[in-house]
């Protein structure tokens, strides 16, 4: 392979790489808001009220607009657990490096505690 070939292969390869992050999601895009909560279930969002005009053009034609988060948060609302988490979530307490330790423990030995049936929402 000669020199000239070479060196133009290495320019498309760096172009390439450079080129690839220069997509960036617009401004203000969608978050967890956008999920709602009718006091049962979690409401995933209006995916209209998502669209955003492509900044992209195909030979010189614009692209069609995107739906910024639809997909991801209408996904996330019907894998909520407990869906008035989307509008109360609980706080965090501060973690327990003896409690996870000694759980850590118990799997390494075969000493699982078997979950209490009483709690479990499977009981249900």
Request: aromatic share 4%; net charge positive; charged share 20%.
């Amino acid at each position: 392979m000669n020199h000239t070939r070479l060196l133009s292969l290495l320019i498309a390869g760096v172009f390439a790489v450079a080129a690839s992050g220069c997509f960036k999601p617009p401004r203000n895009m969608p978050n967890e808001s956008v999920i709602g909560y009718d006091g049962l279930n979690a409401v995933p969002p209006d995916c209209d009220s998502l669209a955003r005009p492509s900044l992209l053009t195909d030979a010189g034609i614009r692209r069609p607009s995107m739906q910024w988060g639809c997909a991801t948060y209408t996904n996330l609302a019907a894998q909520l657990a407990r869906p008035e988490d989307a509008v109360h979530p609980q706080t965090l307490d501060g973690a327990n490096a003896a409690v996870a330790a000694g759980a850590v423990r118990r799997y390494e030995t075969g000493k699982v505690i078997p979950l209490d049936k009483s709690t479990s929402r499977d009981s249900k």
